[in-house]
């Protein structure tokens, strides 16, 4: 079963619970700054657990600490709740950081 977009209410009412995320077309971003490289890499191998359990995997783009996770649900067509739900693992786990 596809998941359903989100409508923009909903992804507004996500967005506002989810500090430091921003919208970027038909995706939501967020950039993370990791105390070191290795501690970005370990964020990174965190959010790859997270990602390959709820079967939903982010764009990661690593650049030295900066660490940035872009989520989108391509079959959807757009943001689901997959999406809200992986963004709130990442913040739980940088958070761990």
Do not use: C
Request: hydrophobic content about 45%; glycine content about 6%.
């Amino acid at each position: 079963m596809r998941p359903e977009p989100l409508s923009e209410d909903d992804l507004a009412k996500a967005l506002a619970e989810l500090p430091g995320w921003t919208r970027a077309g038909d995706a939501i971003t967020r950039t993370a700054e990791a105390q070191s490289f290795l501690a970005g890499i370990e964020l990174v191998r965190r959010v790859a657990v997270a990602a390959e359990a709820a079967n939903h995997h982010p764009d990661i783009d690593i650049r030295w600490r900066r660490v940035t996770f872009t989520l989108s649900t391509h079959d959807a067509g757009g943001l689901t709740a997959l999406d809200v739900a992986l963004a709130h693992e990442i913040d739980r786990l940088e958070s761990q950081s």
